[in-house]
């Protein structure tokens, strides 16, 4: 075997020259490293999870506006869990304002449902005694109307509906413009409205004493009754508790 020189033999590689050859394998190691640097295409579909990644180490800046939404967007957002139920709210009235429209027969000819008309206008038997001024016309001045339940708890109005098509008077006066008492009973007059058999209202027609009924007396501006040709028409509500509703009976 042959050996080297003893001046070769105890020369041994100083420092500076250690760091040099270091620093060289360094640059050569970053240049290898830039070179097979991963690109997105490098990466299968699907294959980084949201388990793979790290919470809080993605921000918005890292994330293209619009990129994260769902597979189906259609512009909207999907609709969050189902919220749990509120309290019910109070009880509110039932069939409030109902209504009916009579016209100057007596005749219902509109309404929201459960009116009838019993009698319109009768003349009754007189039962007055002999000898005495008949009473058949006592009821000849109202309508009567079943209204297909028990009014106590209930509220009546009435109201006088103008017919300004109708010459009422004979006067060819039909605009409200005549001057005098009642000259314009297409525009005016009176009307009075009870329910029926109560202490207060009596009703005189077979059928009609009973708290389903109620009356209705239009009458002339100076409170006389109207008589044939005279007729008003007007409207009739019942308001309040409705939830009682009998069947209507003629």
């Not at 009473?135 to 000849?140: I, V």
């Not at 009596?202 to 389903?212: F, R």
Request: aromatic share 4%; hydrophobic share 35%; glycine share 12%.
């Amino acid at each position: 075997m042959k050996l080297l020189p003893s001046r070769l033999r105890d020369r041994r590689p100083s420092a500076a020259l250690l760091v040099s050859v270091s620093a060289l394998l360094v640059a050569l190691g970053g240049t290898s490293y830039a070179a097979v640097k991963i690109q997105t295409s490098d990466i299968a579909n699907g294959a980084v999870t949201s388990a793979k990644i790290k919470n809080e180490t993605i921000g918005s800046n890292d994330v293209r506006d619009g990129s994260l939404r769902p597979r189906d967007f259609s512009g909207n957002l999907p609709a969050g869990p189902q919220g749990p139920q509120g309290p019910q709210g109070p009880q509110g009235p039932a069939g409030v304002s109902r209504w009916a429209l009579v016209d100057s027969s007596g005749a219902i000819i509109s309404q929201s449902g459960g009116f009838s008309v019993t009698t319109a206008y009768p003349t009754l038997a007189n039962t007055s005694p002999e000898g005495t001024p008949s009473n058949a016309l006592r009821a000849n001045g109202n309508v009567y109307i079943n209204a297909g339940e028990d009014l106590s708890n209930n509220g009546i109005i009435a109201t006088i509906a103008l017919q300004n098509t109708v010459d009422l008077n004979g006067d060819a006066i039909t605009n409200g413009r005549a001057m005098g008492a009642d000259a314009n009973p297409e525009f005016s007059g009176e009307i009075a409205v009870s329910q029926c058999g109560t202490p207060i209202t009596a009703c005189a027609p077979a059928g009609t004493g009973n708290t389903n009924h109620l009356v209705v007396s239009p009458r002339n501006s100076d409170g006389s009754p109207t008589a044939d040709g005279q007729r008003k028409r007007f409207y009739v509500i019942v308001t309040g508790d409705s939830t009682d509703p009998v069947t209507a009976t003629p």
